[in-house]
């Protein structure tokens, strides 16, 4: 995986009768205190979102229905992740590249933020972000 991400495994709790459930917890399924919650649907097929990257914020994305392909990158790095069930979590730490591409129709992207929106810390120039990603990952 690219740096600063990996796939988190949700655990569902499921009855054939009641069927599943998936609980979430900041600091214990979700690698951080969860302080901002949103999701993104209704986006057709062909178009893309996304297109930044973070200073500091980290994120968990989850595909509750549907699929999505994320694509993260770093400098010199690049993977596709394909999001198509909803109990497998991307985690994208800071300093990491995203769009997200590929939309099924019913596709419901849900995205747990660390960190409440401030639009200082977006990075939305893809040249200014290879020149602050690369001084971020020769730490």
Request: with cysteine.
């Amino acid at each position: 995986m690219i740096s600063n991400t990996r796939i988190i495994d949700l655990t569902a709790c499921s009855d054939d009768k009641f069927g599943s459930l998936v609980a979430l917890e900041g600091d214990k399924s979700i690698p951080f205190q969860v302080r901002r919650v949103y999701y993104i649907y209704g986006v057709p097929g062909d178009e893309t979102r996304g297109h930044h990257s973070h200073n500091e914020l980290e994120q968990v994305l989850i595909c509750v229905s549907g699929s999505v392909t994320i694509v993260v990158s770093t400098p010199g790095a690049e993977e596709e992740v394909l999001l198509d069930s909803p109990t497998k979590g991307l985690y994208i730490g800071p300093m990491v590249w995203r769009v997200m591409k590929d939309f099924s129709h019913d596709a419901v992207l849900l995205v747990l933020a660390s960190e409440y929106f401030d639009e200082k810390d977006y990075i939305r120039g893809h040249d200014s972000y290879i020149v602050k990603a690369k001084k971020y990952f020769q730490k």
